[in-house]
């Protein structure tokens, strides 16, 4: 292969080259030291907490409710009026050529020389000939004094100053904001002036200086805030408190499972304002002004009235709104401030298992937990209203079997003596057979209350055995019931001998994160009474909680056949007792038409998705009312002329335009209309929206708005 010539240059051949001698080599001047590198501020690869410090100290105002408000920016409550651009350039460039065209007319005499009468006052006899220096001087700024009163009244005609604002500097500067300046040291959140102000310095430098290094997370400055409003409520010591500050910095006050955030996250969250964002409100005319292009967010404030997101299969319900919202209650469970369960089919996108305490797979024998069947009650009373609201509460019409009183009273019949003779309640197949009047059970148990000497319990034991014989007895029915779980894929589950680890939503006045998955596939009417159970049990426990300042919520993916009379009357109680619940439907048709009124009443925030029904948007637009709005009718009529010369401008004027002259009348009144009507929710939402309707647990209300889930 050839050389290229530099490899001749250096000599590498055998016979290289000779090279004239060229001048003598100039030492070269010694590189001079580098200078120092100026000393880091942290040492390497150490964290650094300045993302964390602007986090914190991004402004949060106060805004309407739904509003994102990480670094939001009220707007009015009404639109302003706003010229179109062409126009307003227009006019602009009219409004200069007319200043332009008064100045020409003054300049050259044409409205004579009044407008010189204050110059030649203002200047002496002696400076007009020669003219001086200072004479030119007085005489050009007069001009320009003149020019200048032109161009601001012309300027202010033609609005320059709104083209300035949304054209010029202003706008760049609104649309690139800068770094948010650093707050004063007493309103700095990352210096906790709280804790300064009563007197815990040491605890509020501590945090201080882990927040700087980097050390400090969300989660972290959210759980020990919520402790501190321990120390202020008195649940707590002051001198615990700063003792747990002092030795582990932001660590302190750790969640019981030692996590200190969740193992991935999909949504934006802030918990300083414990909102999670879901969306934006869409730019459209139906969202009120103050809302257009806000981001929607949700939070416990509004998660207490409970939520009913409504949408077919695939228009977002669970990958928009139940996982954000899982995602956000996990952390403030970590941070101390709730509670939550999730209830889902197996294998739905509910967040890894890793982000929960306790995960409850019914049907799958690598289970951990069980489930207790009776919500860790031995109230045998208690336990038998829940057990009958799951059993028997969809069996809304009143038919055999529809009372759910009086199937609380056969169960209670049974329960109550069960438990006298075991120390327990019946497992499912125990409970089985005591249902069907199998004579076997009932006559050991009846020997176990005469040898015991419960007299009251044999005579609730008897009353029931009475009603074995009689025609419309409860007992096959609710045997049928407790027959769906009585299966070899739950031969495991619902132990009462105490040889699993069941779970009761009696532990709901701890921050505990719980994941129930449903055996949906081959047991759906198992898995709806499951579901039933839950929400039975969970309005039951909430209710009686003594921390109610702890959010707990409960999370249905799929609330169908969940939703009965007692139901509903539970979820309006949620309010009071410091909780909330989230459910999900594929149609209200899930819901019994005498249910859909009061559960639309009963739950404050309401979400309709896209792809709804036009009879399911006839609910949502009767819940949500009418409003009162402008109607503006445009009529024309044509022009009709009189005289020789006006029936030639007006032939002109058709053979130019190819249109007949009309005049146009513009009635503006006020009508009432739907706010969201049901053709609107059918057809008029796009995919990836929905119509969301917001209620504060303090009374405050949000119309219905269009969001962009994906925004």
Not at 311 to 321: D, F, L
Not at 475 to 494: E, K, S
Not at 664 to 689: D, I, N
Request: some cysteine; hydrophobic content about 40%.
């Amino acid at each position: 292969m050839d050389g290229d010539g530099t490899r001749d240059a250096r000599g590498t051949h055998a016979n290289p080259v000779p090279r004239p001698a060229g001048p003598p080599e100039v030492p070269a001047k010694p590189p001079e030291a580098p200078a120092v590198p100026p000393r880091p501020a942290r040492a390497p690869g150490a964290p650094d907490g300045s993302a964390f410090l602007t986090w914190l100290r991004t402004p949060r105002p106060q805004a309407l409710p739904g509003v994102w408000r990480f670094g939001h920016r009220p707007r009015p409550e009404e639109e302003p009026e706003r010229v179109p651009g062409r126009q307003l350039l227009s006019g602009a460039v009219i409004a200069f050529l007319v200043g332009w065209l008064i100045w020409s007319l003054l300049w050259n005499g044409y409205l004579g020389g009044w407008w010189l009468l204050p110059l030649y006052a203002m200047i002496p006899d002696s400076w007009a000939e020669p003219h001086s220096f200072a004479s030119v001087v007085v005489v050009y700024a007069y001009y320009v004094l003149i020019a200048g009163i032109i161009m601001v009244g012309v300027g202010r005609l033609g609005r320059w100053g709104e083209i300035w604002r949304r054209y010029g500097p202003p706008a760049w500067r609104r649309a690139a904001p800068g770094a948010v300046p650093p707050p004063a040291p007493e309103e700095d959140p990352a210096a906790w002036p709280a804790l300064r102000a009563a007197g815990a310095h040491d605890a509020a430098e501590r945090l201080a200086a882990d927040a700087r290094s980097g050390l400090m997370r969300d989660v972290d400055h959210a759980r020990i805030a919520r402790a501190w409003q321990g120390v202020q409520r008195g649940r707590h010591s002051l001198a615990t408190f700063t003792g747990a500050v002092l030795s582990h910095g932001s660590a302190a006050c750790p969640h019981p499972s030692g996590a200190r955030d969740l193992p991935a996250r999909q949504a934006r969250h802030d918990l300083v304002t414990g909102q999670v964002r879901i969306g934006t409100a869409a730019d459209d005319a139906r969202n009120p002004y103050a809302y257009r292009g806000a981001g929607l967010a949700l939070g416990p404030d509004l998660l207490g009235t409970s939520l009913l997101a409504v949408g077919p299969a695939g228009s977002g319900k669970t990958g928009s709104v139940v996982r954000p919202l899982s995602e956000s209650l996990c952390l403030h469970a970590l941070a101390g401030r709730a509670a939550v369960v999730v209830v889902g089919a197996a294998g739905a996108d509910l967040g890894p298992t890793e982000a929960y305490d306790v995960v409850v797979r019914i049907g799958n024998p690598d289970s951990v937990y069980d489930l207790d069947l009776y919500g860790g009650t031995t109230d045998p009373d208690e336990a038998a209203v829940v057990l009958a609201e799951a059993l028997v509460g969809d069996l809304t019409d009143q038919h055999q079997g529809g009372d759910t009183r009086r199937s609380t009273t056969v169960l209670a019949q049974l329960l109550g003596p069960f438990r006298a003779v075991h120390g327990r309640f019946p497992g499912v197949p125990e409970l089985r057979q005591l249902l069907e009047g199998a004579p076997g059970p009932l006559a050991e148990l009846r020997e176990g209350l005469r040898t015991a000497g419960h007299d009251s319990l044999l005579r609730e034991l008897d009353a029931r055995e009475r009603q074995l014989d009689r025609p419309g007895d409860l007992g096959g029915v609710l045997a049928d019931r407790v027959a769906l779980l009585d299966r070899p894929a739950f031969a495991p589950f619902f132990d009462t001998s105490g040889q699993s680890r069941p779970f009761s939503l009696k532990a709901l006045d701890h921050p505990v994160r719980v994941r129930i998955d449903l055996p949906q596939r081959g047991h759906a009417d198992a898995s709806r009474m499951l579901a039933r159970l839950v929400l039975a049990q969970f309005t039951a426990s909430v209710s009686v909680r003594e921390d109610r300042s702890l959010f707990a919520c409960l999370v249905l993916d799929d609330a169908s056949g969940v939703v009965t009379p007692e139901a509903v009357r539970g979820v309006q109680r949620l309010r009071s007792a410091g909780a909330g619940v989230v459910l999900t439907l594929r149609t209200l048709d899930d819901v019994p038409r005498p249910l859909r009124g009061p559960l639309l009443g009963a739950i404050g925030c309401r979400m309709a998705l896209s792809g709804l029904t036009p009879w399911d948007g006839q609910d949502f637009a009767e819940v949500w009312g009418k409003e009162w709005t402008e109607a503006r009718d445009v009529t024309d009529r044509q022009i009709i002329a009189e005289t020789p010369a006006g029936k030639a401008v007006h032939m002109l004027r058709r053979v130019i335009t190819g249109k007949a002259p009309t005049a146009r009348a513009v009635t503006v009144r006020q009508v009432e209309r739907e706010r969201w009507s049901a053709s609107e929710l059918a057809h008029a939402v796009p995919a990836g929206h929905a119509v969301l309707s917001l209620t504060s647990v303090k009374g405050e209300h949000a119309p219905p708005l269009l969001v962009d889930l994906h925004g």
